[in-house]
């Protein structure tokens, strides 16, 4: 088969790169306009990382990367914030970042890679970018193929369902079969069961990113009386917050509850490490998901790291970093497929 290469845009942290590379492709450079990714995309993964905003690329850069005789894929996960159920009914901050899909698609037009791929929230189908990007790449002769994939189904212990297009100069691209089925899906516990215990606050003396944030007064009282799977619900009502008791709060119970072990977790946003931004409590220690954690069921492998040594570990941005990456075995399923696609058309 020939070599098959890729170039990831927005790479993040690295998730996707990682996966590609776990099977077998080799990713020549991953772009992205956040500095904090640099870190962890190379010392994981050891392929440059080029500080860029995708929208101002020049085409030209990303095809000189690839060397004559491959099979050149463009991988591209552009910021999802703006489709995402997250920020609806929130400030759009994200709204001006929708034309990168557009970016995307300007690259893969004058790159032509016999390959493309993207993953995205289910939200993005409704977009207008969306629509014309399917459109152009078939009107420049690609077979485009879509697929809902329930992570769950390929290793990925969250709930999460995510958008995975494919367009090939070869014919349409299938997705490979689930590699897990309802019964045999990793849950929580396989992922994070066997973690040292910490308190709020708390972190491991043997992986600083096994780190706890700080809870304190109402809220350490409230994850006390939260149930595995439960809600804010399940509290006395001193502990409700007033806009929880309004009648618009009680449509947002997906919050202040904890995970479930014998379940998949809810899907890892920027935002894990709170206790109040989701379903983010840990099953039965009195905290929220510590960055490890949240790194374990994006299926980071468990050594991947995120800080630079002298770097202090800040939650924030450890936690942007983690939660917008695609998971590693999502990213593994998409690369068997593409893959096991070349083989099947002698390419
Ligand atoms: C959904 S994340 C991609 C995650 C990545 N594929 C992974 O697996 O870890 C989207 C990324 O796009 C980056 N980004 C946002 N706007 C950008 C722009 N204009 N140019 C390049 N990168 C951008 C963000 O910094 C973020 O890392």
Not at 68 to 94: E, F, L
Not at 182 to 211: F, K, M, N, Q, Y
Not at 312 to 324: C, D, E, S, T, Y
Request: charged residues 25%; hydrophobic residues 35%.
């Amino acid at each position: 088969m020939t070599s098959l290469c890729a170039v990831d845009l927005f790479c993040g942290a690295g998730g996707l790169t990682r996966g590609l590379l776990d099977e077998g492709v080799r990713v020549l450079a991953g772009y992205d306009l956040d500095p904090a990714c640099r870190y962890p995309y190379e010392h994981n993964n050891g392929v440059p990382f080029v500080e860029q905003d995708v929208s101002g690329l020049d085409p030209a850069e990303v095809a000189g990367l690839f060397p004559k005789g491959v099979i050149r894929t463009i991988a591209g996960c552009a910021p999802c914030q703006p489709y995402s159920n997250y920020s609806r009914g929130r400030k759009p901050v994200y709204e001006d970042r929708w034309h990168l899909i557009d970016a995307y698609r300007r690259i893969v037009e004058h790159v032509r890679p016999e390959l493309a791929t993207i993953e995205n929230v289910l939200q993005l189908r409704k977009h207008p970018s969306y629509a014309e990007l399917v459109k152009t790449l078939k009107e420049w002769g690609y077979h485009w193929t879509e697929f809902e994939v329930k992570c769950r189904l390929y290793g990925v212990p969250q709930t999460r369902t995510r958008l995975v297009g494919f367009a090939s100069v070869f014919g349409p691209v299938e997705l490979i079969a689930p590699t897990y089925c309802e019964e045999s899906r990793p849950t929580v516990r396989h992922i994070i069961g066997r973690l040292p215990s910490l308190a709020a606050g708390g972190v491991d003396p043997h992986d600083r990113l096994h780190v706890a944030s700080r809870l304190a007064g109402i809220n350490l009282k409230r994850i006390r009386k939260s149930q595995p799977g439960g809600t804010w619900r399940d509290w006395d009502d001193d502990l409700v917050a007033a806009c929880h008791k309004a009648k618009t709060g009680k449509t947002y119970p997906s919050v202040y509850g904890r995970m479930e072990w014998g379940k998949p977790g809810p899907t890892i946003t920027t935002q894990f490490y709170g206790f109040g931004n989701g379903r983010f409590g840990h099953p039965d220690q009195d905290r929220g998901l510590s960055l490890r954690e949240g790194a374990l069921l994006q299926t980071f492998p468990p050594t991947y790291e995120f800080v630079p040594p002298k770097e202090q570990v800040h939650f924030k941005r450890v936690g942007r970093l983690i939660g917008n990456a695609v998971p590693v075995l999502l990213a593994r399923a998409v690369a068997r497929s593409l893959k096991g696609h070349v083989e099947q058309h002698g390419a």
